[in-house]
């Protein structure tokens, strides 16, 4: 192996072991450089290159790491309780698409109430846009948002603001142009798993002992030398290792060594959700803070849609379902799967409720719509603000999607720039994909979708910023919501003296979340269907505490929303819940009631 630099000069590098290689070359931060095996006449990129000037086939580039100058010394770290996360895709939060751009912007998402923002991969790709997912270079920023500097300067600034900020990354799998780690070993892949994108990463066959170090560096590298205070591991169910301790271990162990002293959360995406990823070290688990609750959007998207197909047809959109993932976070923790005729989940009990991250969309979920419409294109505004009103208010950590809390009208469609065979393969992929739901295409439609390669699909996808005043409604729902959730002790509490809940109606339910002397107690009533009238609800949930009535502290309803207003709920003592609102109620006074009525008794 030679080191060779743009000027032309090669230095040998001299063999060690494991497949190593070792030298000293004169050069700099700034000097770009390639490497070249076996006297080959085409040098390649170095596959821990930190920077790719010129793309994923281009030569490498030094960076000096040391050479940023921080201010976030007394940046203490985070732990997931409390906190509302973003997800960001840097290429179209804003129209320019870069580091600086969405850095201007950090202020006012700090200003509503986000506290954690999380960047979708920034891995090296091919081509002038893409979502991220098909990463090549693992330690290398994208030249497409700027230089590794800005990445910098972006979590630089979000801590000064107060903000937190994780990167997703990717160790499933590798993108299919550009990668070139084969050429280096056969080792860092396997047959011995069936992969979904792909060649498995071997993690646990002969060789791969360098293999594990190379993603577990990783993990560090980022924590490390860009101050990220965690990581979102893509699609862990495709991490595939049968060595004693799991490769995804490693890499939280590796994250948390990057960070010192510094505390960092570790999120993983799990299909499968097997909760023995967030269970502790020392109770055979894999040490990480959460995990992404499919379940819970399913459930979401059924009640709001009526569309029970594909992957979302093992839920019913059904009151107790919602009960159910507030309490214990999955809905299938070991029950059959029909969809996928197999057994799904673990046991969550004893886990935090912080440890699920809830959300109503995300930016698989939305580009799956085939139109990669927004949710709230899809259901009505009342429904979409009483479950926008859920997700902010239930004990999980909530997730919102870029332009969500403005009701963006942009799609987010699947994009990705790639050369005419496997553009041709991805739009072939994409159309079968979306056949299993036979509601959102029929074949002519398929003919139809969007081109992920075609710029304007990308385009398309970029936000409007200035909907955050011309959507008001949307954004004063958000802003009010974290508001409540931040400074209301109950909520804000995350449950911690337990939440519990009870089916009203087919279509409404209530949650009450709980005090530790039940005189503060809080009540979440949502319904999705029309409006439902009962004299009396025999359900001790929700009698007030003693000696207090309950009042609206907050409805889906308020005009400012968009709603039309929220009528008397206790006309004449009777329950009157309105329907497609989200209400939560505290203790009051007690009301002046009407005359007493004549009260008949049976006797014997």
Sequence with gaps: MDVVLASGAATPLQSEADGYFSGLVDAGAGTRYQLRLDNADRPLPDPASRFQPEGPHGPSEIVDPRAFQWTDDDWPGVTLPGHVIYEMHIGTFTRLGTWAAASSELRELARIGITMIEVMPVAEFEGRFGWGYDGVDLFAPSRLYGRPDDLRRFVDAAHALGLAVILDVVYNHLGPAGNYLRMFSPAYFTSKYENEWGEAINFDGAGARPVRELFASNARYWIEEFHLDGLRLDATQQIFDDSSEHILAEIGRAARTGARERPVVVIAENETQETKLIRPLELGGYGLDAVWND?????????????????????????????????????????????????????????????????????????????????????????????????????????????????????????????????????????????????????????????????????????????????????????????????????????????DGAVLSPSAFALRFFTEDHQDDRLLIVNLGADFDRPSIPEPLLAPPLERDWAVRWSSEDPIYGGTGTPDLWPLESWHIPGETALVLAAGPRRTTPAQKRVRRRTA
């Design 295 to 499: 379940d819970f959007h399913h459930s979401v998207m059924v009640a709001l849609t009526g569309r029970a197909e594909a992957y979302y047809g093992d839920t019913r959109g059904e009151p107790q379902e919602f009960i159910s993932a507030s309490k214990y976070g999955y809905l299938f923790q070991g029950q059959h799967y029909a969809w996928q005729q197999q057994r799904r989940g673990m046991p969550s009990w004893g886990l935090p409720a912080s440890a699920f991250v809830c959300y109503l969309q995300n930016h698989d979920q939305v580009a799956n719509s085939a139109r990669g419409l927004r949710g709230h294109q899809l259901t009505s505004p009342g429904r979409w603000r009483a479950m926008t009103a859920l997700m902010l208010l239930m004990p999980a950590t909530p997730m919102l999607f870029q332009g969500q809390e403005f009701g963006a009208s942009a799609p987010f469609l699947y994009f990705a720039d790639l050369d005419a065979e496997l553009a041709a393969a991805v739009r072939k992929g994409r159309s079968e994909f979306l056949t299993q739901f036979p509601s959102l295409l029929d074949f002519e439609q398929q003919t139809s979708l969007d081109d992920p390669g075609d710029a304007a699909t990308f385009e398309r996808c970029k936000l409007d910023l200035t909907e955050r005043q011309t959507h008001g409604g949307f954004y004063a729902l958000h802003v009010d919501l974290l508001r409540l959730r931040r400074e209301d002790a109950v909520f804000r509490s995350q449950a911690c003296w337990g939440i």
